[in-house]
């Protein structure tokens, strides 16, 4: 079974980059039909998709996240990582690595890692 | 952009009612809508993609319909596990979820 696992920091400073990775285990980053990306939820808001990555290396950006946004593969780790610069307190949220397999239809979530912006 | 509206934003229910959740698109999108649920503390759901299409392991009492502009998730007989919160999604947009109460 699938599962994927965010790590990285909680507290991120204002103008700083927040770096988050994604750890898959149970299948390959590398399947053709998969694609691995992030989603975010502010507290008590709702969902708001940022970015996604295929193994081919092709990737997709939210359009009003795009200048601040980059995501990455590790296939050697079977990892993914998402950089956002320019913080603000806007970007404090609830963190989601998740897999879709086409047209954005998102089958498998992680459980999700609060990042807080604050000095 | 297009922008996707749900209604309602919340909806008041009681076990075994039938329930529609309404989401319409700012410009057709053809088929190309999921539905969502999600739990307080928990990731979301996966419940319906491609507009009408069950995904593995939901229960047949979720079903969803629409193309172009206008598309509805209906729960035939509300479950007291169903109590959630419900988001629909074209391409990189969502919803603003509709929250589902007793």
């Known amino acids: 079974q699938l599962q994927l696992q965010e790590s990285g920091p909680g507290l991120v400073k204002p103008s700083e980059t927040l770096s988050l990775t994604c750890t898959v285990s149970?299948?390959?980053?590398?399947?053709?039909?998969?694609?691995w990306g992030w989603i975010r939820q502010p507290p008590g808001r709702g969902l708001e998709w940022i970015a996604s990555i295929h193994y081919s290396g092709r990737t997709y950006y939210n359009p009003s996240l795009k200048s601040r946004v980059s995501i990455s593969l590790d296939t050697s780790k079977n990892q993914f990582s998402l950089k956002l610069s320019s913080v603000t307190d806007a970007d404090t949220a609830v963190y989601y690595c998740?897999?879709?397999?086409?047209?954005?239809?998102?089958?498998?979530w992680g459980q999700g890692t609060l990042v807080t912006v604050s000095s | 952009d297009i922008q996707m509206t749900q209604s309602p934003s919340s909806l008041s229910a009681s076990v075994g009612d039938r329930v529609t959740i309404t989401c319409r698109a700012s410009?057709?999108?053809?088929?190309?809508l999921h539905w969502y649920q999600q739990k307080p503390g928990k990731a979301p759901n996966l419940l319906i993609f491609d507009a009408s299409s069950l995904q593995t392991g939901v229960p047949s009492r979720f079903s969803g319909s629409g193309s172009g502009t206008d598309f509805t998730l209906t729960i035939s007989s509300l479950q007291p596990e169903d109590f959630a919160t419900y988001y629909c999604q074209q391409s990189y947009s969502f919803g603003q979820g509709t929250r589902l109460e007793i």
């Open positions: 410009q057709s999108i053809s088929r190309f």
């Open positions: 149970g299948g390959s980053i590398s399947s053709s039909g998969s694609y």
């Open positions: 998740a897999r879709d397999t086409g047209n954005y239809r998102t089958d498998s």
